[in-house]
């Protein structure tokens, strides 16, 4: 287990979030909910305060702080994505009830939360030893919302 392990801020989401992320990707679960034992600004009694869970093999903490604070893309989480279906089952879901697409890959959830949809074939296409092939690639990417897998593979190759 890691040491470190992000810790997401809510304004009374957090198990609602937590429990989201993990219906997306295997090996992912609710570790553990912790509720407030008094009033406080964080909620009421009785209320959820922190949610520890599992995504995809890393631990996370959801806080249900109070005041709501605003994600940037200084922070965001990568997904390495094996296929298009994945990339296509992922950027649906977490666009879905207001998420936001975003360019080359990048989206913002429902709660805020930036992700980067990544198919695992992006570095050969980008880090490829044709260089003239990665420049295509990238260009394209550039132009990309969800990246799109035969689109990156088609530009490096020249099609």
Request: glycine share 10%; aromatic share 10%.
């Amino acid at each position: 287990m890691s040491k470190i392990s992000p810790c997401l801020w809510f304004d009374g989401e957090a198990e609602e979030a937590a429990s989201f992320y993990v219906s997306l990707l295997p090996n992912s679960k609710i570790e553990t909910i912790q509720k407030n034992m008094a009033d406080s600004p964080a909620g009421k009694a009785g209320t959820v305060l922190v949610v520890e869970f599992t995504l995809a093999g890393q631990r996370f903490m959801a806080l249900n702080g109070g005041t709501r604070f605003e994600y940037t893309h200084a922070v965001s989480f990568k997904i390495d994505c094996e296929d298009q279906a994945e990339v296509d089952r992922l950027w649906e879901a977490l666009c879905a009830n207001g998420g936001q697409a975003e360019r080359c890959g990048w989206l913002r959830d429902r709660y805020g939360v930036f992700w980067q949809i990544v198919p695992t074939a992006l570095p050969k296409y980008l880090g490829g030893p044709d260089r003239e092939g990665a420049k295509r690639a990238l260009q394209a990417m550039l132009g990309m919302v969800k990246l799109d897998i035969e689109g990156l593979r088609r530009a490096y190759e020249g099609g």
